[in-house]
């Protein structure tokens, strides 16, 4: 393997179109980012069928384009990494089959990524200082855990959400207070202009002695307050986003405490719900008061992009950890296989 190890990756699990160049030095040579934002609005969440459709339409010609502005072609790629789950399993397959044909073609191997292994390292791509072990929040649209990282491959799931993922609580709860689609980055501007304190909403789970997560009887408790609104107006949903922010916040950084004394190292966030500001700044103050480093990496790699899958690819690489061209998608794909299920945990443990 030369110095010089270059990864073309592409992710298309959920409703983000994404293809880059990723090289062993921490450079993203190029890349691009597809929103399919305005083909699900119309249906308040992500449709499968129109996920699918647009990935297999959009993939191709951005493989061409990335490669094109980064002035290199196939033949100077060292591998192909394609996001191989968990994930609508639609999307997952026009992905992996790109990925397939692409490593079949130009005679290179494949690597069929874990979407969730791309969050967890995603901030050793930022930050080249972070090395193992270290203790992650995952916290995406489908996933609420707590990992702690202890090498390539090598993830202990401490805690997990025995309901709905953080990320699916800040989009029901956009919709509920018509704040559309997508709901995290809608609540995180509105609560800009709110005030948390107007409603009293729950704590699921906090004091806890495990640090699992819960978010759905938060979510029900907006409805509720809402629903006995008179009036809701425009500040009525400043105020509602801040006080669901700041509670959804409270059980983060609550459960994340109670797993400090279970993994070492760092801590670190990832995940799109990782991008918000107001979370990241009660993690690192967390962090500090335990005397520990924080990393987050910058929001644009924490939401969908296909740069995490790309460094994951050049992570697996460096370790000799290729795939044959029969590599599965997976609908569920779990990051650590030996997890124990958590009574009252849905089927998104
Ligand atoms: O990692 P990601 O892009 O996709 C998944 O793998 O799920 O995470 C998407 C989730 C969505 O639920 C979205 O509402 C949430 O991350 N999110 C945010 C913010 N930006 C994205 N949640 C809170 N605040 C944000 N600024
Ligand atoms: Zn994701």
């Known amino acids: 393997m030369g110095l010089q190890m270059l990864v073309l990756g592409l992710e298309s699990s959920c409703d983000e179109t994404a293809v880059a160049l990723v090289r062993h030095d921490r450079q993203v040579l190029a890349q691009r980012i597809a929103s399919q934002d305005e083909q699900h609005k119309p249906f308040g969440g992500v449709v499968p069928e129109l996920a699918a459709r647009a990935h297999a339409e959009r993939l191709s010609p951005m493989v061409e384009t990335v490669l094109a502005e980064a002035g290199v072609t196939l033949a100077d790629v060292d591998a192909i990494a394609a ?3 968990p994930g609508l399993i639609g999307g997952v397959m026009v992905g992996l089959v790109t990925g397939k044909a692409l490593a079949m073609a ?43 990282v202890e090498g390539v491959g090598a993830y202990r799931r401490l805690a997990t959400t ?47 002695d495990e640090p699992h997560f819960s978010f759905a009887g938060l979510k029900s408790a907006v409805l509720r ?18 006080a669901f922010q700041a509670a959804a916040t409270d059980c983060l950084v609550d459960r994340t405490a109670r ?17 918000n500001a107001h979370i990241r700044s009660a993690l690192a103050a967390l962090a500090e ?15 969908d992009n296909a740069a995490m899958i790309g460094w994951a690819g050049i992570e697996r690489l460096q370790l000799g950890l290729v795939d044959t061209l029969d590599a599965p998608a997976r609908a569920r794909w779990p990051l ?4 124990e299920p958590v009574r009252g945990a849905g089927a998104k443990a």
């Open 259 to 275: 797993a400090m004394a279970l993994a070492e190292g760092p801590l670190v966030v990832a995940g799109g719900v990782a991008s």
């Open 336 to 339: 650590d296989p030996g997890a």
């Open 83 to 85: 996001t191989a789950g």
């Open 106 to 148: 130009a005679a290179k191997p494949l690597i069929a990524v874990n979407h969730l292994e791309g969050h967890a390292l995603s901030p050793r791509l930022a930050d080249a200082a972070l090395d193992f072990p270290y203790l992650l929040l995952l916290v995406s649209g489908g996933h609420c855990q707590l990992l702690a």
């Open 225 to 242: 307050s809402w629903a006995a609104l008179d009036t809701q107006d425009a500040q009525a949903q400043a105020d509602m986003a801040a």
């Open 162 to 208: 025995i309901d709905d993922a953080v990320g699916e609580a800040f989009d029901k709860s956009a919709k509920l207070i018509g704040l559309g689609f997508p709901g995290g980055p809608a609540v995180e501007r509105a609560a800009r202009q709110g005030d948390a304190r107007r409603f009293r909403l729950p704590r699921p789970l906090l004091g806890a």
């Open 289 to 303: 008061a335990h005397g520990r480093r924080f990393v987050a990496p910058p929001p644009w790699l924490c939401t």
